[in-house]
């Protein structure tokens, strides 16, 4: 199976901030990989698929890079509305898994 | 617009059963592979089981593989899990979610919360 790692657990932050979290897999998983952000009692929302594609209606100050292993998540000017937990999600082979998630929260 | 709607969550004891259902609208059900995710009390995401769109390959993870089962009926447009012999482990919110072309999902259910106590 494999693992997905995120780090750090917590990242204290300011609005304005430029931002990056890590996702390390345990396997090369290509770059089958999604990074969701999700707020307390919702469900998660869909940012970036395929390691670096954008999805439809996010905005432009996050981004995603990486393939193989390496992963990293960006988010350029910070927003009030970006603190949230972040997960990243490998999608190369069943059982597919989540990172243990990212906790964006202000400093 | 795509909809998910889970139900069927509740309190149940340990050893118990469950079925938890996810209606769903907005798409062609049918052409869509469905999955069913779920988040332990302050915890993370934990994929648990997919269906494929015809309900020919199913897939689970090890925590939950031959106590519960992932279904769908396409005439309704609903996706099931049944969950047996449930434990205090499995007490969850469990979201249905739906993939874009790929096992990245990009629609989600609002949840429904499962609690296995005595």
């Known amino acids: 199976d494999i693992q997905m790692t995120q780090s750090p657990f917590t990242l204290p932050a300011s609005v304005g901030d430029r931002v990056t979290i890590t996702c390390r897999a345990s396997?090369?998983?290509?770059?089958?990989l999604a990074w969701y952000q999700q707020k307390p009692g919702k469900a998660p929302r869909l940012l970036i698929y395929k390691a670096s594609t954008l999805e439809r209606g996010v905005p432009s100050r996050f981004s995603g890079s990486g393939s193989g292993t390496d992963f990293t998540l960006t988010i350029n000017s910070l927003q009030p509305d970006d603190f949230a937990t972040y997960y990243c999600?490998?999608?190369?082979?069943?059982?597919?898994?989540f990172g243990q998630g990212t906790k964006l929260q202000i400093k | 617009e795509v909809q998910l709607l889970e139900s069927g969550g509740d309190l149940v004891q340990p050893g118990g059963s469950l079925r938890l259902s996810c209606v769903a609208s907005?798409?062609?059900?049918?052409?869509?592979?469905m999955t069913w995710v779920r988040q332990a009390p302050g915890k993370g995401l934990e994929w648990i089981s997919s269906l494929s769109g015809n309900g020919a390959d199913s897939y689970y993870a090890d925590s939950v593989k031959g106590r519960f089962t992932i279904s769908r009926d396409t005439s309704k447009n609903t996706l099931y899990l049944q969950m047996n012999s449930l434990r205090g482990e499995d007490t969850a919110v469990y979201f249905c979610a739906k993939p874009a072309s790929f096992y990245y999902f990009d629609s989600w259910g609002q949840g429904t919360l499962v609690t296995v106590s005595s």
């Open positions: 396997q090369s998983i290509s770059n089958w």
């Open positions: 999600q490998q999608y190369n082979r069943f059982p597919y898994s």
């Open positions: 907005g798409f062609t059900f049918r052409n869509y592979a």
